[in-house]
Every structure is written in structure tokens, then in C-alpha cells.
């Protein structure tokens, strides 16, 4: 049985600087949130070594396209999710 | 009978006329328009443009989300319209237009702001500035979280 799923992380605003385009990771079945957020600044950094901003990704949500998870979800299956840094529409 | 929604998320220049004519309605005697647009400037730097970034189907819902809780607030009678646009904007592009009509002015007045208010700190849009010395930003914002209103109360002042 395999215990890792794969992600297509897309990116927005500040993190398009860094990683344009959708960012695919590798995860433990059932990580939360909070770890898919972790790892994913670990591959943008892997992948552009000029990102090293730790306070961008603690203060971005992950989300699906109905809505923003919470950082203790966890995430059991294929998904494609993205990474939403501080919000400023209007 | 309940009001009519109009939402969208747009690369095309927005429309005063389209917003307005949409709420439009017989038994309405309020329309309220909210436009935001592109200032030449911010925190005391020189502004030539700025570029939207929108996460699409996720700012649709809580364009639904806030129609939704607008309704419960201020009545199902509410016609509401908002449109965000995608893209770069010059120096009075419209970035926003939110129109609200109700049978009575108060109504509309009211859920107009609340959706602005609910935009800024909810909906999964961003910007980045262009400055008139060449260098781009990507302008602070709101940590966005998974429940749902959160930010407004009749505040008394917001810049952002």
C-alpha cells in the first residue's frame, strides 16, 4: 500500500514570484494543513533557493476551490489545492 | 420573491452602466454603487498601475457567501452585484464594482459596505503594485482563515 499522495499545489500573488506555475509535492497520507504548508515552502525553496520567507507561509491558508482548510485537516487523497498568501482585494 | 445575484470575475473593463441596470428594479427605491479604483499612490510611494491576481472559483463563493449573509442581514429582497477585475489596471482603472438596491435606501447603504469590508479580508484576490521607479510589490494583506465573517462591525475608518 502506498502511504504518500501527490499534490498540484497552484500558486497566487506573492508566490508566483518564486514558483510560477503549479508546484507538484509529495506527502504522507494524512498530513495536515499545516505540514502540506511546511513542505511546500521546502520545495519552492528546493526550486528557487531566493525563497526563504518562513513568515509568508505561516501566514498563508491552503485551500481547495470550495473552500480554506484548516491548518490541523488532514489530507487522505490526490488533491489540487493552493497556497493563498494574506489577501488584499478590492 | 428574493433578490437576483450577479458575480463575476472579469479581464474585460468593468461597467458602471451594467452594474447599475442590473440591480435596476421597480420595486427598489435605493441603488447603492461602490467602484474602487487604482490611486497614484501608497504609503508615500508613487503608484503607476497595479496587477490583480485572482484565485477564481474560490472568489466566486465567497461572492455567494456574502450575498448569502447580506440577505440574512438586510432582507431577501436585496439585487446584488459584484465584479472584481483580473489583470493590470492604470492610474483609475475600476478594480471593484459592488451595486446594491433595496426597497429603502438604509438596506443597501448598509450591505454595500459589509461586502466591501468582507471582500478585503476574505476573498482570495491580491495585487501587485507598479511604481513610477520601475519596482513591483505585492501589497500586504489579510491572513485569510476557514470560518466566516470576521471583520466587519460599522468600523469608523479602513485604509487598505
Known amino acids: 500500500m502506498n502511504n504518500h499522495i501527490n499534490l ?13 506555475g503549479t508546484l507538484e509535492i509529495t506527502v504522507p497520507f494524512g498530513s495536515s494543513a499545516q505540514c502540506i504548508k511546511s513542505a511546500i515552502g521546502i520545495a519552492i525553496h528546493e526550486a528557487n533557493p531566493t525563497f526563504c520567507d518562513d513568515e509568508l507561509i505561516s501566514k498563508s491558508a491552503l485551500a481547495n476551490q470550495q473552500r480554506v482548510l484548516n491548518d490541523d485537516e488532514q489530507i487522505t487523497e490526490h488533491s489540487s489545492l493552493a497556497i493563498l498568501p494574506p489577501v488584499c482585494g478590492g | 420573491m428574493s433578490g437576483h445575484n450577479y458575480f463575476n470575475v472579469s479581464t474585460e473593463p468593468l461597467s458602471t452602466e451594467s452594474a447599475v441596470k442590473f440591480v435596476a428594479d421597480d420595486a427598489h427605491g435605493a441603488a447603492d454603487v461602490f467602484i474602487g479604483t487604482v490611486r497614484n499612490h501608497n504609503l508615500g510611494k508613487p503608484v503607476k498601475g497595479v496587477s490583480y491576481d485572482v484565485f477564481d472559483e474560490l472568489t466566486l463563493k465567497t461572492f455567494e457567501e456574502l450575498a448569502d449573509e447580506s440577505r440574512l442581514r438586510w ?3 436585496l439585487n446584488i452585484y459584484i465584479e472584481h477585475y483580473k489583470g493590470r489596471l492604470d492610474i483609475g482603472g475600476i478594480s471593484i464594482l459592488i451595486a446594491v438596491s433595496s426597497p429603502h435606501r438604509d438596506e443597501s447603504f448598509r450591505a454595500c459596505r459589509y461586502i466591501i469590508e468582507e471582500i478585503k479580508h476574505r476573498s482570495p484576490i491580491w495585487k501587485q503594485e507598479h511604481y513610477l521607479d520601475g519596482d513591483s510589490e505585492w501589497v500586504q494583506g489579510h491572513a485569510l ?5 470576521i471583520s466587519y462591525d460599522e468600523p469608523e475608518h479602513t485604509h487598505c
Open chain 1, 8 to 20: 498540484s499545489i497552484k500558486m497566487f500573488g506573492a508566490f508566483r514570484k518564486y514558483y510560477p
Open chain 2, 75 to 77: 432582507g431577501d429582497k
Open chain 2, 145 to 149: 482563515c476557514s470560518h466566516g465573517p
